[in-house]
């Protein structure tokens, strides 16, 4: 990844009629970068793919591309390939002549289009494929001849809008793996558009959660999970979802339901809180689940159901004031019913504004 | 169960027997009779027929009269292909990939005079084209020009005969076609468009073999309908004259049926016409059903 | 400075928008012009016919029309047979779409396809056995006469079929295996949900029969049994004498009842012409 800025957003807002959709986005690509763009449906993230695109202009704002106004530059100039979440591939047309047809029109010589072709049918394994319509390929078949189309372009800017989400689950982590070997070959700038976060987590050199039009963060997969800047992202990542309680500060230590969870640490004391109420999120795997009581931040709680994954346990507890809380433990000995104590990781716990739901650490 | 069988069977034939018998009647059976009648030579009302074998088919092909009419129907068929066809899909074109705004209001405003009759079409052109007292005469008149009077020329009668029925089914066609084009999956155009294929490039390669089928079911549409549909401005304004110079087969079929009372010639010409429509019905199927399953 | 591309754009798409008002007008403009006519004199609608708003607007050619013609009758005529062939069409459409769509049956593709094809029949090959049909039956000059070889319709049926396939179909089989007889569930269910559907092909069927022209003149040849396109044919006069502004005035009284029609139920009307075209 080089440090030159290939794709900027400028304050751009998008409303369709009255609705604001986009508002205010600033974002930039470094060339060479593999940017996720991840979340809920509707949140506006593939809006801002397609006006990266040039298939809408923004309301407001500028997209810069290589430094000049997107708007101003043909789409040919622009140079930006994108697959389609349900492909778009063109239905009467073999995978060839779809792989073929934008470099035939743009008048590519034709052994030069020959050695491209060839080139990508093979790493794509669509050789065998290579004279079917789309109608008669399966749906991971059709999603590699639409990446295909994409890369034939060898554009700088590739866009990719959920091209996993309409094929089986089973394949789906192949196709992944397919990706990120291409992105680790070719280092083309790529923005995904996705939903499922852990397509994000295991693409992304960078995510950038939206939520309403807003880029919620935009950082490593790591300071997203572990320095979530809000409760947003820190409730949008990581299943199950991370564990919320409503705690009050007080005299340097923290307080759920009157008793002591976190106390006299430096952390709280960077922090300077004035005496008042905290959002506290723990993730489930944070929370710490045992027989007895060894400490004194120790708190009763009964176990409630216990689900099995095989690989590590999801345990749902009820705590004091009729609230409930996830841990995930390995190799737990404890079935629903027990009466157990629960303590947090201390150095995991992370601290929200009660009002704004912004991370008080960052 | 076998008696839901029987009680099942019995309500498929009472549901489909009013159809069956209305088709049975007025349409299979009457073909039938119609093609019996060429046969012979008769005049509707006499009590017997003289039975006079193909000699009715091969006047199609040999009296001279016949002749012009079928050159005449030819004629006809290409007109209103350019005119109820291509027009109609070129301004459908424009209308979905070449304008952004106002796509609803146009297809609202077009569609209005398919609501009205053939016969208000017909006194309207025979108005607007009036060579003494029409509007065109009078703007022609100030240009120093005279509008000759059509209905004495075969052809150019033909010209407005078609133009009237064009007034009455470009607007249908035209949603028909704008229907078509609009089942084009956006995100397939969006794809050209990041291929940066230019728009009538994308429209020739892309969405002509899409809309294949029903562009086609149009067009088959516009030859059956629009030959029935010339017969009323044909009735009204010209009657087949001059001479039978804007007549077609239908128009001449129903002059020999009810006007010559030469029925025998008038069903040799309706089962020829009827023989024309099925190789299009043959052409219809093999195009449009065959293919649409091939892009599933 | 918002680009050259943008405003080229801009130009070249309100190049198109003018095409396209130059076309509605083309459709519009006589219409406009008719029932401007309508209310004019004939001397004046010959020295001003280019002028929309006629200066001294007049009734005459509406009462010359009363005078000449039993106009009452003669609109009653034409909304009597439309009524009969609307109501057929409907009813023996949704009977034989219901049997095509829930029943299965030898044949039904044979069938469906023998119904189908009927579009592809041109009115010239069963109109002497019709005539003489309706004649033997003793109908020349009624509407029953007209009507009753057009109450089924193909292109009903296939409409009707292309509005069920929007049913889904669990709903029709849990009807079904409580053992609800069909003639209820195609009432209770099937007419309510298409009930849409229903009005915008009547209204198709009903216009189409307002403005029939062809059949009707085989038919009905007793001044007192013409519908409206007939009465209106009689006023126009291919050797060029025609009193246009009466044969106007008569048109406007025509054209009012479908324009209604459409200004109410444009929406569902253009979506069920939409239907028609797509497999």
């Not at chain 1, 793919?49 to 101003?72: F, H, V, Y």
């Not at chain 1, 004279?131 to 399966?138: A, F, M, V």
């Not at chain 3, 126009?236 to 109410?264: D, K, Q, R």
């Amino acid at each position: 990844m080089s440090n030159k800025v290939i794709l900027e957003l400028n304050d751009v807002t998008k409303n369709y009629k009255k609705t604001n959709i986009i508002r205010k986005m600033n974002l930039q690509v470094k060339e060479g970068e593999f940017l996720v763009m991840l979340g809920p449906s509707g949140c506006g993230k593939s809006t801002t793919l397609r006006m990266i695109a040039g298939l809408e202009a923004p309301s407001t704002g500028e997209i810069l591309i290589d430094g000049r106004n997107s708007e101003k530059i043909s789409s040919f100039e622009r140079n930006i390939a994108m697959v389609f979440q349900d492909y778009a591939l063109y239905p009467n047309m073999t995978v060839y002549q779809n792989l073929e047809y934008s470099l035939k029109v743009h008048k590519v010589k034709k052994e030069e289009r020959q050695k491209r072709l060839e080139a990508i049918l093979e790493t794509l394994n669509l050789t065998a494929y290579r004279d079917r319509l789309p109608g008669q390929l399966s749906g991971g078949q059709k999603q590699r001849v639409a990446l295909g189309r994409g890369m034939v372009k060898q554009s700088k800017i590739f866009l990719l809008d959920e091209p996993l989400s309409n094929i089986d689950v089973q394949l789906r982590e192949k196709a992944r793996d397919e990706i990120q070997a291409l992105h680790e070959k070719n280092h083309q700038t790529i923005v995904y558009v996705t939903h499922d976060q852990l397509e994000a987590m295991a693409l992304g050199d960078r995510i950038a959660i939206i939520n309403d039009g807003i880029i919620q963060m935009i950082d490593t997969p790591d300071n997203i999970y572990n320095h979530p800047t809000n409760l947003f992202v820190a409730q949008f990542i990581g299943t199950p979802k991370i564990n919320t309680l409503e705690v009050t500060y007080d005299q340097g230590k923290l307080l759920f339901n009157e008793e002591v969870v976190l106390s006299n640490t430096e952390r709280l004391r960077k922090l300077a809180l004035a005496s008042n109420r905290l959002c506290l999120g723990i993730r489930p795997e944070h929370v710490i689940v045992k027989k007895e009581r060894t400490d004194l931040l120790d708190l009763p709680a009964q176990v409630e159901t216990v689900v099995d994954y095989g690989r590590y346990q999801q345990l749902t507890l009820n705590i004091k004031g009729n609230q409930s809380i996830k841990a995930i433990i390995t190799n737990s000995v404890f079935v629903s019913g027990d009466k157990v104590y629960f303590s947090f990781v201390a150095e995991k716990i992370l601290l929200f504004d009660y009002e704004n739901k912004k991370n008080l650490e960052n | 169960m076998n008696n839901r069988n029987k009680k099942n069977k019995v309500l498929t034939i009472a549901y489909l027997f009013p159809t069956a018998l209305i088709l049975l009647v007025f349409i299979i059976a009457p073909i039938i009779y119609t093609f019996y009648l060429s046969f012979f030579n008769w005049n509707l009302i006499a009590p017997t027929k003289d039975f006079v074998g193909l000699e009715n088919y091969l006047s199609i092909f040999t009296d001279p009269v016949n002749r012009k009419i079928i050159l005449n129907t030819v004629f006809y068929i290409l007109l209103l292909l350019v005119l109820n066809f291509l027009v109609p899909y070129f301004i459908s074109i424009i209308v979905k990939f070449f304008i952004s705004k106002m796509q609803t209001a146009y297809k609202i405003i077009f569609f209005i005079p398919s609501l009205f009759s053939l016969v208000v079409g017909a006194m309207l052109f025979s108005w607007i084209m009036n060579p003494v007292s029409g509007p065109v005469a009078f703007f022609m008149r100030n240009l120093g020009l005279t509008l000759p009077n059509w209905t004495n020329s075969g052809a150019m009668a033909v010209v407005v005969i078609c133009l009237i029925t064009n007034w009455k089914v470009f607007g249908y066609n035209f949603v028909l076609l704008l229907t078509g084009l609009g089942s084009v999956p956006q995100n397939i155009i969006d794809a050209t468009k990041m291929d940066s294929i230019p728009k009538w490039r994308m429209i020739w390669d892309i969405v002509f073999p899409l809309n294949k089928s029903i562009a086609f079911y149009v067009l088959i549409l516009t030859i059956v309908q629009g030959l029935q549909y010339v017969f009323t401005p044909i009735s009204v304004i010209t009657q087949g004259g001059p001479y039978y110079g804007s007549s077609n087969a239908l128009y001449h079929t129903y002059l020999n049926a009810f006007v010559l009372y030469k029925t025998g010639n008038a069903s040799a010409l309706a089962i020829v016409t009827f023989v024309i429509f099925l190789v299009l019905l043959y052409l219809e199927i093999k195009f449009v059903e065959g293919r649409t399953s091939r892009y599933e | 400075m918002k680009g050259e591309r943008a405003d080229m754009n801009k130009l070249k798409e309100s190049g198109w928008h003018f095409l396209l008002i130059v076309i509605c007008l083309v459709l519009l403009l006589p219409v406009l012009f008719m029932i401007s006519n309508s209310f004019k004199t004939l001397q004046d609608s010959y020295h001003s016919m280019l002028q929309l708003i006629p200066t001294h607007p007049t009734f005459s050619n509406y009462l010359t029309l009363d005078k000449q013609i039993n106009l009452f009758r003669i609109v009653w005529n034409t909304f009597f047979m439309a009524t009969i062939v609307t109501l057929g069409k409907i009813i023996t459409g949704l009977l034989a779409a219901y049997a095509f769509k829930y029943f299965s049956f030898k044949g039904k593709k044979f069938f469906y396809f023998a119904f189908i094809s009927t579009i592809f029949v041109p009115f010239t090959v069963v109109m002497i056995p019709n005539f003489l049909v309706i004649f033997k039956l003793n109908l020349l000059n009624t509407a029953l006469g007209v009507a009753l070889p057009q109450l089924c319709d193909a292109t009903g049926i296939m409409l009707f079929l292309k509005a069920m396939d929007k049913i889904p179909n669990s709903l029709i089989e849990s009807v079904r295996i409580d053992d609800i007889p069909s003639y209820k569930i195609l009432k209770d269910i099937v007419v309510p949900i298409l009930r849409p559907n229903i009005i915008s092909i009547g209204a198709i069927f009903f216009i189409n029969s307002w403005n029939e022209y062809v059949w009707p003149t085989l038919i009905l040849k007793d001044k007192n049994s013409f519908t409206l396109p007939l009465a209106l044919q009689n006023y126009i006069s291919s050797e060029g004498g025609t009193n246009f502004p009466l044969a106007m005035a008569l048109s406007t009284i025509m054209i009012i009842v479908p324009l209604l029609i459409y200004l109410i139920f444009q929406r569902y009307i253009l979506n069920s012409i939409s239907s028609s075209g797509l497999k």
